[in-house]
């Protein structure tokens, strides 16, 4: 009986081989197909939850940037409006003086380089804003998944106070100082007699835009040096780390990418700045429409008893023409006032500040920044 069984598998050794590889090979294959499912497993769940937390991160981050903005923006607006007063000159002219004509070509200057600076000046510091904390939000989420302590409190706050510089430290005035040399170039031909209509702003405003970008000191371009100072303050105590920050803040806001958005951001705000003067000038026309209505008017009725609307009360903004001496008021009153979030309707101030924070290409660079820094 054994002889047989020696037999027969000597006969199909090479079956039996053959088989045992097959099985074996098998069971090798279904083994390192199992070790490769699991450890793919484990690292997609792992990088799920590494995703998870870096966007937790993130929104943390974006909504602390917005709080900083709305801040910020406060204290910019405020400081224009201390560098760009107008009351002073109200109040002379409402003395009468023999000078009125020299104060109203003043008044004139003075208001539009306060609003074009409005403009310029929020789109560059809510780029500037979003590149500081999502490039210290990187540098915070590393120090979180590394744990290590790279950036201590003293070094956050000497990092986020070179902004500083832009308000209080003379950044603002040479801005200041640019815009306003163009608009007295622009507007210093034009008399207080002209007459504007919508299509006239928009391409005063074009004029005034195209004239600024092509200066030399061309805030879009060179907006770092006005938003931060030029090289990182004799007080710095926390060593090279912040002298790196500073330097890949300065590449940052000298970018292509930082350009596109602050040209696009102040494009629009103009876009704003038209829109309000344009209710405003439908609440003039409509209140001295009403003024000047007769009681007949006013008091006519149809015939099921509602009031008749005449054909004086559709107003076509426009197809209007005011004269510039009675757009300066309009346009000083759009600026006198800072951010105010519970104004309503909001106020140019507010509706500018609160455009470039939701801006969608400023939020995608200001999270290009972010994955930048949080991942290398």
Not at 36 to 62: N, V, W
Not at 288 to 307: F, I, P
Not at 308 to 327: C, D, Q, R
């Amino acid at each position: 009986m054994f002889s047989r069984l020696r037999d027969f598998a000597t006969r199909h050794r090479r079956k039996f081989i053959v088989t045992g590889v097959l099985v074996g090979g098998t069971y090798v294959a279904i083994k390192y197909a199992q070790r490769k499912l699991i450890e793919y497993q484990t690292r997609q769940a792992r990088e799920f939850f590494e995703k998870t937390k870096r966007m937790q991160h993130f929104e943390t981050t974006e909504h602390t940037c917005n709080k900083v903005i709305i801040g910020m923006g406060t204290e910019l607006y405020a400081a224009i409006i201390r560098e760009c007063n107008t009351n002073a000159l109200l109040d002379q002219l409402r003395q009468n003086p023999p000078n009125k004509l020299e104060l109203w070509e003043e008044m004139k200057i003075v208001a539009f380089t306060r609003l074009t600076t409005f403009i310029y000046a929020s789109s560059m510091l809510v780029i500037a804003l979003r590149v500081q904390m999502n490039l210290l939000g990187g540098y915070l989420y590393q120090d979180v998944t590394l744990e290590r302590k790279q950036i201590a409190e003293e070094l956050k706050q000497q990092y986020l106070s070179l902004i500083g510089y832009f308000i209080h430290d003379g950044g603002l005035s040479e801005l200041i100082r640019i815009i306003r040399a163009k608009v007295l170039v622009v507007m210093k031909t034009l008399p207080l007699s002209k007459r504007f209509s919508l299509s006239d702003i928009e391409q005063l405003f074009w004029t005034l835009q195209m004239a600024i970008n092509s200066d030399v000191g061309d805030p879009i371009a060179k907006m770092a040096s006005y938003l931060l100072p030029p090289q990182v303050p004799e007080y710095n105590t926390v060593g090279p780390l912040l002298q790196k920050m500073y330097n890949e803040t300065l590449d940052l806001l000298e970018s292509d990418d930082a350009a596109s958005v602050c040209s696009n951001s102040i494009c629009r705000g103009f876009s704003l700045t038209v829109d309000a003067i344009a209710e405003s000038i439908g609440e003039t026309l409509t209140q001295t429409q009403k003024a000047t209505s007769s009681e007949e008017n006013k008091t006519t009725q149809r015939g099921d008893g509602g009031d008749v609307a005449t054909a004086n009360s559709i107003l076509s903004i426009n197809s209007v023409e005011m004269a510039l001496a009675k757009l300066i008021p309009i346009v000083s009153g759009l600026t006198s006032q800072g951010f105010d979030e519970k104004s309503r309707p909001q106020n140019l101030a507010t509706s500018l500040i609160t455009f470039y924070m939701v801006d969608e290409k400023s939020k995608v660079f200001g999270a290009n920044v972010y994955e930048t820094f949080s991942s290398t």
